[in-house]
């Protein structure tokens, strides 16, 4: 491996973990949004964070060639290089268990805002029927 190969996959470490620091704080806003039950302002995000998820993709697939290879056998510019590339590899693997535990935990939260919605639904439903069949009754007699 030559070294324009290591600076091939530092680049693409580099704009993983820029993807994946944009996720962080994308998912941050949302849980802010689901709090606030701002679904308004929640969508712009949700279009946000499938770009860069997206792009992220990308990435991926251009990191796969680098997947198989022995990384004592890469050829870097100098050991500063190859330990700072090493560091940000380490860091993106921390950012993205982050990025996944942020997603589970504001999915969660929806789904529990969802089914708060669907028995307020419910409830408002039944009580009309109750005021429904309260006035056939009342206007029957």
């Known amino acids: 491996m030559s070294t324009s ?3 091939t996959l530092a680049l693409l470490i580099s704009q993983r973990r ?3 620091l944009q996720l962080r704080e994308l998912g941050k806003r949302q849980a802010t949004m689901i709090a606030a ?17 997206t792009a992220l993709q990308k990435i991926e697939h251009g990191l796969e060639p680098f997947r198989d290879e022995d990384p004592n056998a890469r050829q870097w510019a100098s050991p500063e290089a190859r330990d700072k590339c090493a560091a940000e590899a380490e860091e993106c693997r921390a950012l993205l268990r982050e990025v996944m535990a942020a997603e589970q935990q504001n999915q969660d939260e929806l789904t529990v805002r969802r089914d708060d919605v669907a028995q307020r639904l419910r409830s408002v439903a039944s009580s009309q029927q109750i005021r429904s069949a309260y006035e056939q009754q009342t206007h029957g007699r």
Not at 37 to 53: C, E, T, W
């Open 37 to 53: 039950s701002d679904m308004g302002a929640l969508m712009p995000i949700l279009v946000a964070k499938q770009q860069l998820i």
């Open 18 to 20: 820029k993807c994946l």
């Open 5 to 7: 190969d290591t600076q």
